[in-house]
């Protein structure tokens, strides 16, 4: 009966164990077998003619071993043989070649053999759980975790999950205004997982452009059920970020249901980033007014794009510059990683245009309004602009008919050319009026 408690009681330990590192039955019986296999062969040489059973629910562990029946003095391996007469004294109708099962249990293998048996269990149970939790972390790359602050360091912060695995935060992806204490919940994605030498490390970020899109997934109800779509975001964390956002569905506004009410859907998402400023505006895949949304809220008078160099070139009256390029150049970058082209800005004299060009708007009267909208969206809002433009980038661009194209040229030259002859007739009375006098 004392070995019995033992056993059980040697179970009862490992059940603990189990529970406390959240390994499966079924992979912590596979484990114990293994491990008792592993002693047994240490042991006596082979584990070949033993049978384990294992019953996590009550604690049970029988060990059985299976000899064969030989004549007396004929056993050669105690562990695979047992001799007539000792068979007998199990049952007296044994015969030779007859096969015989007795149990035993871990006392008659030695103290030594149990403690090689904890050692063993305590070292796969180990590399179980490290195994386990490089596997349940690996799969939630990109994912929201929350952690509770356990450890601050210099250069990282330590954190616990619901089950107390430890996660880090470097300090390196924190955002720069991030204060926190021990106590606190922190929310962060899961950015990558590293296993060296069978150590799992679970890295978090609070500054990558993912943690912003699934902060959007959480507080926007239409981004979530797939009615909103995030086609770019581009942050500079703790400052700015602009997020391009499109929608499936024309009832739906996405940058008015992104921002809510007086702003009152992106409120909790800009206080989770330390008061970072953010821009949402529709994406379009024209890249004319794509980029001039990025830009936002500089106005643009035109754009130049260099495809093959990926770089736009855009031009503005002096006063837009600054709102053009932002406090630190933040404006000008994150229109450059949301677009993927490299922008420059150019300046252009406002009197130009204020005395040589005139505004697309003005000709209204004479030009349908949705038209005068597409040339904008190509980045024309002035005549001269359009005029600049070669005919055939107009037509494609803009997605205008030829005809409608050269009736728009017709009109812008005719204004530019009634101003010229006015001026060269203006210089001929001038001019008559010196030979009179």
Same mark, same amino acid.
């Given at each position: ?5 033992? &056993?059980?009681?040697?179970?009862? $330990? ?5 529970? #406390?590192?959240?390994?499966?039955? $079924? ?12 002693? *047994?062969?240490? @042991? ?56 015989? @099962? ?10 030594? $053999?149990?403690? &090689? ?16 939790? !490089? ?23 330590? #954190? ?18 991030? !204060? ?26 609070? &500054?990558? /452009? ?10 926007? /109800? ?58 949402? =505006?529709?994406?379009?895949?024209? =890249?004319?007014? !794509? ?26 009256? /002096? ?14 970058? #994150? ?7 490299? *922008? ?30 597409? #040339? ?27 005809? $409608? ?33």
């Amino acid at each position: 009966m004392g070995k019995k408690k033992e &056993t059980i009681s040697l179970i009862d $330990t490992f059940s603990e164990f189990n529970e #406390l590192k959240n390994i499966d039955k $079924t992979t912590m019986i596979s484990v114990l077998e293994e491990s008792f296999r592993s002693v *047994i062969a240490r @042991t006596v040489g082979t584990d070949e003619n033993y049978d384990i059973i294992i019953n996590p629910d009550k604690g049970d562990l029988e060990i059985w071993r299976n000899r064969i029946i030989v004549e007396d003095g004929n056993v050669e391996d105690p562990n695979s043989e047992i001799s007539l007469s000792e068979a007998r004294k199990i049952e007296d109708d044994f015969e030779v070649g007859e096969e015989v @099962t007795d149990e035993l249990f871990l006392e008659d293998f030695g103290r030594r $053999t149990i403690l &090689t048996l904890r050692q063993t269990l305590a070292s796969k149970i180990l590399e179980l759980e490290k195994d386990n939790l !490089y596997n349940l972390y690996k799969d939630k790359v990109g994912e929201i975790v929350t952690g509770e602050v356990y450890q601050i360091w210099k250069k990282e912060m330590l #954190l616990l999950d619901d089950d107390h695995n430890e996660l880090i935060l470097p300090k390196t992806e924190q955002i720069p205004n991030d !204060y926190f204490r021990k106590g606190e919940h922190v929310k962060a994605i899961v950015a990558r997982v590293e296993n060296k030498n069978n150590n799992p490390r679970i890295i978090l970020s609070r &500054t990558s /452009p993912i943690f912003l899109e699934r902060l959007f997934e959480m507080e926007i /109800p239409e981004i979530n059920d797939g009615l909103i779509t995030i086609k770019g975001i581009a942050r500079i964390p703790g400052e700015r970020a602009k997020v391009a956002v499109e929608s499936y569905d024309d009832r739906i506004d996405p940058v008015g249901a992104c921002v809510g009410m007086k702003g009152f859907r992106i409120h909790g998402i800009v206080r989770e980033l330390r008061n970072e400023n953010i821009d949402v =505006i529709n994406y379009t895949n024209n =890249i004319n007014l !794509y980029i001039q949304r990025a830009l936002s809220p500089a106005k643009i008078n035109s754009i130049s794009i260099r495809e093959e160099e990926g770089r736009a070139e855009v031009f503005l009256f /002096p006063n837009q510059v600054s709102l053009a390029i932002g406090k630190g150049g933040s404006n000008i970058k #994150l229109a450059s990683m949301l677009t993927g082209y490299n *922008i420059e800005v150019f300046r252009e004299l406002e009197e130009e245009y204020d005395e040589e060009d005139i505004y697309l708007d003005e000709f209204r009267d004479e030009i349908e309004g949705w038209i005068i909208d597409q #040339l904008k969206k190509i980045g024309c809002s002035t005549a001269k602009n359009v005029l600049a433009m070669p005919r055939e980038k107009i037509i494609v661009e803009a997605d205008l008919e030829e005809g $409608t194209v050269d009736y728009i040229l017709d009109i812008l030259r005719s204004e530019f050319e009634g101003e010229d002859d006015n001026e060269e007739e203006y210089e001929e009375e001038e001019g008559s009026d010196d030979i009179d006098n």
